[in-house]
């Protein structure tokens, strides 16, 4: 019984955990470069609809998320203009993407609250894995495919950005973008291609909720989650694989809230995951300055060829 019940609560928190996952592993990407996209509600919300829509009118589940992952990377490309090219303020442009995206999304979705996706993502079970003692139900029997990505990505992008040119260039951007640029690279190039990125992976997570998790629109489908996301990014000190375990963490904090419903205040369980969010980024904060705690130099700050 106790094993059954270990094995529901890890599969259920990975569920929860692969749309944290995938955000913060875009926003650990774009941060690495040096830039802050607080965007990344918005653009979940975007995806989330886009993706709805799509798989909706086309009855193809692969092309919603075609589109969440288009919808990700314009919305992000429009961050990149404004925080990149034009130097605007990179949280002021994250934050009013956030508002507008939240505010279009529902307003694009109104008319399909409530309805239920005809032909919803279905399930995965990994052949010979799934049949390994304990571990097999726990991760490799009834999960999305989405899951798979974000837990394949993290070891990837852990490659690529510390193991291969092209990841060093990323990083030297964001520690030192006037190294990079006196080395002859692009730096507004690489930014706004980390960006890009980034938003691919934040609209592919609202993407997992209007196909996958919740398969249904409903306004504010994201839940704020985008925000828990971005602790996420710093929680895991801007590195990929740190990011898996806190993804997870917050995952089972989600799965334990139902769990434990009757036995606290439905409203403690509900704020738990944040709280336990700004406690985390709290205690981060007071290792004391932005170099202690690993993150990239010039995070935050625009870049204009000529400045020192």
């Not at 965007?39 to 919300?45: D, L, N, P, Q, Y």
């Not at 109104?110 to 894995?129: I, K, N, Q, S």
Request: aromatic share 8%.
């Amino acid at each position: 019984m106790e094993a059954e019940l270990l094995t529901t609560t890890v599969a259920r928190a990975l569920a929860f955990a692969t749309p944290l996952l995938l955000a913060a592993l875009g926003e650990i990407v774009a941060e690495r470069a040096g830039v802050v996209n607080l965007g990344v509600e918005g653009t979940m919300m975007l995806g989330a609809i886009a993706a709805f829509v799509t798989a909706m009118t086309s009855g193809s589940v692969l092309l919603g998320l075609v589109a969440a992952l288009v919808v990700g990377m314009l919305v992000a490309a429009l961050h990149g203009l404004l925080s990149v090219t034009l130097g605007a303020n990179q949280y002021v442009s994250g934050l009013a993407i956030t508002i507008g995206g939240v505010g279009l999304a529902n307003l694009l979705g109104r008319d399909w609250v409530g309805r239920p996706l005809a032909r919803p993502m279905e399930f995965v079970t990994v052949p010979y894995l799934a049949d390994v003692p304990l571990l097999g139900p726990m991760l490799f029997v009834d999960q999305y495919p989405l899951t798979y990505v974000a837990l394949l990505l993290a070891p990837l992008l852990w490659l690529f950005l510390f193991r291969t040119r092209p990841g060093l260039t990323l990083r030297t951007v964001g520690e030192s973008p006037v190294a990079a640029d006196t080395a002859g690279v692009s730096v507004r190039r690489v930014r706004f291609l980390a960006v890009t990125f980034g938003g691919a992976l934040s609209g592919l997570a609202g993407a997992y909720f209007s196909l996958a998790y919740r398969p249904a629109w409903g306004e504010n489908i994201t839940n704020g989650l985008g925000w828990i996301a971005l602790g996420l990014a710093i929680l895991a000190l801007w590195h990929p694989l740190r990011a898996v375990p806190a993804a997870l963490l917050f995952g089972a904090f989600f799965t334990l809230s139902f769990r434990l419903q009757g036995v606290l205040p439905p409203e403690l369980l509900t704020v738990l995951p944040y709280l336990v969010t700004v406690l985390a980024l709290t205690l981060i904060a007071l290792r004391g300055g932005r170099g202690a705690v690993g993150a990239p130099e010039a995070l935050g700050t625009p870049y204009r060829r000529g400045e020192r």
